[in-house]
């Protein structure tokens, strides 16, 4: 199938949804743009940062030893 007849479906299958559900869509697509380039999008860089010290401390906790544990193979 072709990148064109996927969109194509994607946009046939959302149409309807909650807004709420769209949103998770874009976020998850932003997601997978964001993993696959390596850069920051600007709604992750925006709700990153609306952390507190004490959230951005939890979360570098969090992931310290992310690429230990989960390493890409």
């Known amino acids: 199938m072709s990148a064109t007849q996927i969109e194509k479906l994607i ?3 959302s149409k309807g949804l909650p807004a709420e559900i769209l949103q998770e869509i874009l ?3 932003e997601f ?3 993993k696959k380039s390596g850069i920051i999008t600007d709604s992750v ?3 990153l940062s609306e952390f507190n010290s ?6 570098e906790e969090e992931f310290n030893d992310y690429k230990t544990l ?3 193979s």
């Open 70 to 72: 989960y390493p890409v």
């Open 27 to 29: 976020d998850f697509i």
């Open 45 to 47: 860089q925006s709700g």
């Open 32 to 34: 997978l743009k964001f």
């Open 54 to 59: 004490s959230e951005i401390k939890y979360l």
């Open 11 to 13: 946009v046939q299958n």
